[in-house]
């Protein structure tokens, strides 16, 4: 499993952002795409296409937080269709820009060397990967999401936005792994990568109670693992040695 580290907004995307500074206009997502070329992280930001463009990810609806200032954007990527496997090193999000039109607005890069190894529809059916990137902005309210029918809403998607209403967005990101160990700390104070599956039937059955979420504080750093055997039973979850 790739680790994605290397995240920022584009200087294209810096320059939307001062542009939505007065509320007048949204800040609408139009599309992600992953890439397959990994270049320097210095010269990440001033990207205006993504390297080596390979597939068009889904976008999904976005999922608030308690916080004001932030959105959580579900992207996925599914091999259905996909020919031919390829190393994925890099991701782009893709935003409306009301003078330039659509723009490369944000990219985060791996750091593992070998990149994410996506296979052919053929090598490995039902693939699937999710990433759930938080974003800071001005006004959440004011972040709209080009959602194809695709990405309309899912039992699991509706879960999540229950599970953020109802445990704070400190828990979140333990909700549909297959494996799991992730820092509960912000990255940097843009955007966090905090969703990651392997399987399109991971998620599906992975239930929590509500003591198990409450025993993460807000802030809290924690090493989470978990591990199915068999991708649709419940897993067993452990926090800080508790399961």
Known sequence: MATWVNFCRTEQGKVLDAKLVNGSIPLRFTKAMSGSEKINPVLLPALTELPGPKQTLTLSDKLYTDDPTEVILPVMLQNKGLAESYKMYILGLYAEDPDLGEILYMV??????EGEEIPSETNQP???????HVIKTADASKVTVEVPEAGLLTEHIADQKYALKSHRHDVYDIVGFENLNIDLGYFDDETQVQSHNTSEYAHQNMVLNGNEIETLASGETSDLQTHMTDPLAHPNLKVDGNG
Request: proline share 0%; charged share 10%.
């Open 126 to 132: 039902a693939f699937s990967i999710q990433w759930n």
């Open 108 to 113: 985060c890069q791996t750091t593992t060397e």
